[in-house]
Each structure stands twice: as C-alpha cells, then as structure tokens.
C-alpha cells in the first residue's frame, strides 16, 4: 500500500522554464513534507520542507505547494537549469510516528534540455 | 568537515555470505536510519535507532540486523537470509524533532 505516490516518473523541460513535480498522499495522519533530490550512484540532497500548518513554501528557485484537502503536494523549479536533471523524491512523515520516519514516493526523473 | 560516511561505496559478495556496511556520523545526531533503494523504486526503511543501544524495524528489515553501540555508528549486516540483497543501500541521520534526514553517500551492493 502505497501511502505516497509520484505519478509522473519522469519529466522532461527546457532549460528556463518551469519544472512541476506532483506528489499524491493518502495517509491523513501525515503532517511533514520534503523533497529530495537524488543523482545516480549518490545520497538523496535535502531540497525543501512545508510544515501542513502551511500551504506554501519557498527557497530560491524551488516552492513547495501544498493542498491537504486534496492531499496533495507540488514542487516547482523556477527556471530550471540542467544542473536540475536529477530524481527528485518526495517524503512525508506523520507526528508521533515512531522515529519520525520518513515515507518516500517512488520518484520523479526530472531532463532539463539546454 | 561534518557529514555521514558510508564505506565502503561498491561491494561484491557472493550469495550465502554475510556483509557488514558501515556507516559513521559527526553531526552529533540522535537518530540514525537505514534505507534500500531498489532501480526505478524509492526509498523503503531497514532500521532505525532513535538512541544509542535500541533500534527498531523498519518496514523491510527481514534478513537484516543493526546495531547502535555508539551515537556515531550504526553499522548494518545484510544476512545471508536477505533473499534479494543487490541493491543499493543509504545510512541517514537526523538531530532530533522534525528535521529532514540527512543522508551519506550510499554503498552500492551486489551479490553474486
């Protein structure tokens, strides 16, 4: 049972423009959101986190919406660069869950063509 | 320079045998994580230990064990009763509370 899904497993976009990741969660219990982004053969980089007493978060190039009625979550990259050509995971994690475990989506491999 | 180590990065082991991967931190951090990525997957959760002398199951941790005799350790064997042990395989840590998991660079295993 998937609690949290990335319908998209890849996306491609022109260097500049905007790149949106999707991110879907069925667990009403969770309350914490992140994203990671991962290059081949390496650890997952911590990218951005939103609070569910947000609806929108942003650092630099990369915003996290928010929409806990839908249970739903997106990142947008604003332009993307080709740097940004990587698989970007979305986590979510539930108060009062023991560890403060993360659960992660399956992946979205973002191509951003100069 | 603070960060997570995790060594060696590949490693061959044929099948039946047991393999230890290490993973060591100097973030001071409370928690400690183990994770498998398997190609075209996510993350799943092995292990995790919130403090040093307990450890608690993750949601895949059959044919693995952990152990956390130090806050900075927390080594992983991969047993010889892990059915599918190819893959590759992230130490993560945090501070406290709600914090992303900070992740090393990953071992990369491979069974033969």
């Known amino acids: 049972d998937q609690q949290v899904k990335q319908n998209s497993p890849s996306l491609s976009v022109q260097e500049g423009r905007i790149s949106i990741l999707n991110c879907d969660y069925t667990n009403s219990m969770f309350d914490y959101f992140l994203w990671y982004k991962k290059y081949p053969a390496e650890g997952p980089t911590f990218l951005i986190s939103?609070?569910?007493?947000?609806d929108k978060n942003e650092d630099g190039r990369f915003t996290v919406f928010l929409n806990k009625s839908a249970k739903h979550l997106s990142l947008h990259i604003v332009p993307s660069q080709p740097g940004d050509s990587a698989v970007y995971f979305c986590?979510?994690?539930?108060?009062?869950?023991?560890?403060?475990?993360?659960?992660f989506g399956g992946g979205t491999r973002v191509l951003v063509k100069p | 320079d603070g960060g997570i180590t995790q060594s060696p990065k590949y490693l061959f082991r044929k099948e039946g045998q047991n393999v230890t991967l290490s993973c060591e931190q100097n973030l001071n951090h409370d928690a400690m994580y183990w994770y498998r990525q398997d190609p075209g997957q996510g993350l799943r959760l092995i292990y995790y230990s919130q403090i040093v002398n307990d450890f608690q199951k993750g949601d895949i941790a059959e044919g693995y064990s952990v152990s956390r005799e130090k806050k900075e350790s927390f080594p992983l064997t991969v047993t010889s009763a892990q059915k599918n042990p190819t893959a590759f395989y992230l130490c993560a840590s945090k501070l406290s509370g709600r914090q992303p998991i900070l992740f090393g660079q990953g071992t990369r295993l491979t069974v033969v």
């Open positions: 939103i609070s569910s007493i947000k």
């Open positions: 986590a979510a994690s539930a108060r009062g869950a023991a560890g403060n475990k993360l659960t």
